[in-house]
């Protein structure tokens, strides 16, 4: 377990991002019933994210997930760390993305009530840091959906 929390600390990400990115996949999962993030790419400027989609979301469902994740950014929701065996892990997140080689102790972040998902990885103490969330692009190709954002402060 001392290693997983040392490797969150090296790890050089964004924070506001990648807790924004957290808020996007339940957002995902929850509007559209798929799967979190197939493929993501999390940096400081812009980051993308790949989804399963059957058919390419309409111009109001790509609006309606950017207004989402900002409301749930704007309830100022407080980002915790717990840990949790492996063996209880899998009734309260996906575990279909874990390594092999996983550890019986899972390292889960909660966004307040609105994600809880295994990972390694920094985050903001409160969702109050991560400033606006902006979709700047997305296409759509062979059941892929690729969906390009930034955060404005």
Same mark, same amino acid.
């Given at each position: 377990?001392?290693?997983?929390?040392?490797?969150?600390?090296?790890?050089?990400?964004?924070?506001?991002?990648?807790?924004? =990115?957290? *808020?996007?996949?339940?957002?995902? !999962?929850?509007?559209?019933?798929? %799967?979190? #993030?197939?493929?993501?790419? $999390?940096?400081?400027?812009?980051?993308?994210?790949?989804?399963?989609?059957?058919?390419?979301?309409?111009?109001?469902?790509?609006?309606?997930?950017?207004?989402?994740?900002? =409301?749930? *950014?704007?309830?100022?929701?407080? !980002?915790?760390?717990?840990?949790? %065996?492996? #063996?209880?892990?899998?009734? $309260?997140?996906?575990?279909?993305?874990?390594?092999?080689?996983?550890?019986?102790?899972?390292?889960?972040?909660?966004?307040?009530?609105?994600?809880?998902?295994?990972?390694?990885?920094?985050?903001?103490?409160?969702?109050?840091?991560?400033?606006?969330?902006?979709?700047? #692009?997305?296409?759509?190709?062979?059941?892929?959906?690729?969906?390009?954002?930034?955060?404005?402060?």
């Amino acid at each position: 377990m001392e290693d997983i929390q040392l490797n969150a600390h090296n790890k050089e990400e964004y924070p506001p991002m990648h807790t924004a =990115e957290h *808020i996007l996949n339940q957002t995902m !999962v929850r509007m559209f019933g798929c %799967p979190r #993030s197939k493929n993501a790419h $999390i940096e400081r400027k812009k980051s993308k994210c790949d989804y399963l989609l059957d058919s390419c979301p309409t111009d109001g469902q790509v609006q309606a997930i950017e207004d989402k994740v900002n =409301e749930v *950014i704007s309830q100022n929701l407080p !980002v915790t760390v717990s840990f949790m %065996p492996l #063996s209880e892990a899998g009734a $309260i997140v996906d575990l279909s993305k874990l390594p092999d080689n996983v550890s019986d102790t899972l390292r889960i972040v909660r966004v307040g009530d609105y994600d809880a998902c295994a990972c390694i990885g920094a985050h903001v103490a409160n969702t109050a840091e991560i400033g606006r969330f902006k979709i700047i #692009s997305h296409d759509y190709d062979n059941g892929r959906w690729r969906v390009r954002f930034r955060l404005e402060m």
